[in-house]
């Protein structure tokens, strides 16, 4: 599967923005799907997760309550809703997909290219 991740730009803190992935390949719904983010000198971090039919979902502790993921298997995409933004938000985002259900890097087989988001104070 191959992904293409979008949305990302420069908002302030405290605006909203939402990501999109899109997918291709017949088996997008077969996937569960992950959002990563990697900040400047930083590793690349597990953001959120969803599972291939959306009923589980998982998120990172920094993004409870702000992040919201969710898919629409008909349209092969998967978003990232992040409200509440702040400036540590800031980071290049990245989708990825998995057929297990893990939360680091070496456990996604697909990977998008990043999205950079950027919150100004």
């Known amino acids: 599967v191959q992904l293409q991740a979008s949305g990302g730009g420069m908002v302030q803190a405290g605006d909203s923005l939402r990501l999109s992935c899109a997918a291709s390949?017949?088996?997008?719904?077969?996937?569960?799907m992950g959002w990563f983010r990697q900040a400047p000198g930083k590793e690349r971090e597990f953001v959120a997760g969803i599972s291939w039919s959306g009923v589980s979902t998982v998120y990172a502790d920094p993004v409870k309550g702000r992040f919201t993921i969710s898919r629409d298997n008909a349209k092969n995409t998967v978003y990232l809703q992040m409200n509440s933004l702040k400036p540590e938000d800031t980071a290049v985002y990245y989708c990825?997909?998995?057929?297990?259900?893990?939360?680091?890097?070496?456990?996604?087989?697909?990977w998008g290219q990043g999205t950079l988001v950027t919150v100004s104070s």
């Open positions: 390949g017949r088996t997008f719904s077969s996937y569960n």
């Open positions: 990825a997909a998995q057929e297990g259900w893990g939360q680091t890097v070496n456990e996604f087989d697909y």
